[in-house]
């Protein structure tokens, strides 16, 4: 998997995260466990978070990759129908309402989204 110039990860070409589209899923190891994270394009920005709603730890999407709901304003928990900002990942309606979805840090550079891990997402082991 190619790197960056630190510990950050590879997920993609950038042009694999549409606008309000279809994000992009990802492995990682949340608190020790496995489990995926995913990247979306909002407001010609990329944001990536934990795969795992703030209400029941469990993934968001419906079918891979798809996290927006029809509008493509927001992201929606497929299972419970709560809905998130992209851009902060607060729950703005729903049964979660006032949470969050744990954010992971990325950013693009030369052409590509990277991912860096933290205290409690890391890589998984190769």
């Not at 993609?12 to 995926?36: H, I, M, N, W």
């Not at 969050?100 to 590509?112: A, F, Y």
């Amino acid at each position: 998997m190619a790197e960056a110039s630190d510990s950050a990860q590879l997920i993609c070409p950038s042009e694999q995260v549409l606008e309000g589209g279809k994000g992009v899923r990802f492995a990682v190891s949340a608190f020790g466990d496995k489990a995926t994270g995913f990247v979306v394009r909002y407001g010609g920005q990329v944001y990536a978070y934990l795969n795992r709603c703030a209400h029941v730890p469990i993934e968001l999407d419906w079918a891979e990759g798809e996290f927006f709901e029809s509008s493509g304003l927001y992201l929606m928990c497929a299972t419970h129908g709560a809905i998130y900002v992209p851009d902060s990942g607060f729950c703005a309606g729903g049964p979660c309402k006032g949470g969050r979805l744990r954010p992971i840090q990325v950013r693009e550079e030369h052409g590509n989204v990277y991912w860096t891990p933290d205290e409690f997402i890391k890589a998984l082991a190769q």
